[in-house]
């Protein structure tokens, strides 16, 4: 399977601490995608770093990718009780026809007031 | 601006009936698709589709049909359900595939099959 993994598949976290998220694949990508889904809705985009990028942020979100280690992180910074939810990371394979996108399994997070 | 649009938000079918799940989007996407989330397995998809007329398999596609006769609709189709197929279905769209583009999903169908 070319699905991403995640690790940890659950952290839990005090409110005003980093939280870290970690994405590993298996084979080559275009790009690489982070979502975010609060409990009993759809998925929410957050960032998209492409192949030839190292670091992207957005806001208190910060995403590196390591295409030789075949990894990514998010990193969330002073996290904050309306972070909880689960997060995906989903890559684009280069050797995909029609450019499918293969989710991760994802990391649940939960941050305590 | 609705987005992505599914209904039902929950169904509860017995085994061997057939039914439709909606998927619909007013923001002109080309492409949509449809995936299916299981506990453990995160989100798998099941059929997708770069524009109208087009169609095409994901990941786990037996047991459901897809057909895009328009752009805006995208519906999925199980024509004989079995209890496999209790899932949380969801949809979404992107301006064209989703190669360096970001995914707007719907809130999701939840399905139990009995």
């Known amino acids: 399977s070319q699905q991403g993994e995640e690790d940890p598949q659950a952290l839990s976290i005090q409110e005003g601490e980093n939280a870290t998220m970690n994405c590993s694949y298996k084979?080559?990508?275009?790009?690489l995608q982070w979502y975010r889904q609060n409990s009993g809705r759809g998925l929410v985009h957050l960032i998209l770093?492409?192949?030839?990028?190292r670091e992207k942020h957005s806001g208190r979100l910060r995403v590196t990718l390591d295409t030789s280690k075949k990894s990514s992180s998010l990193l969330i910074t002073a996290s904050r009780a309306a972070d909880t939810a689960s997060y995906f990371c989903?890559?684009?394979?280069?050797?995909?026809?029609?450019?499918?996108?293969?989710f991760g399994q994802g990391t649940e997070l939960s941050v305590k007031p | 601006n609705a987005g992505v649009t599914q209904t039902p938000k929950f169904q509860v079918l017995k085994t061997g009936q057939s039914m439709t799940l909606q998927c619909a989007q007013d923001?002109?996407?080309?492409?949509m698709s449809w995936y299916r989330q299981d506990p453990g397995m995160g989100l798998r998809l099941i059929h997708y589709?770069?524009?109208?007329?087009?169609?095409d398999q994901g990941e786990v596609p037996n047991g459901y049909n897809v057909s895009r006769s328009t752009t805006e609709d995208f519906p999925l189709r199980l024509l004989s359900a079995a209890p496999s197929q209790t899932s949380v279905y969801f949809c979404?769209?992107?301006?064209?595939?989703?190669?360096?583009?970001?995914?707007?999903f719907g809130d999701g169908t939840r399905l139990s099959i009995l």
């Open positions: 923001m002109n996407h080309e492409y």
């Open positions: 979404a769209s992107s301006q064209v595939g989703p190669s360096n583009q970001p995914q707007h």
């Open positions: 084979t080559s990508i275009n790009n």
């Open positions: 989903a890559t684009d394979h280069i050797y995909n026809q029609g450019g499918k996108l293969i």
């Open positions: 770093i492409r192949s030839n990028e």
């Open positions: 589709s770069v524009g109208a007329g087009i169609t």
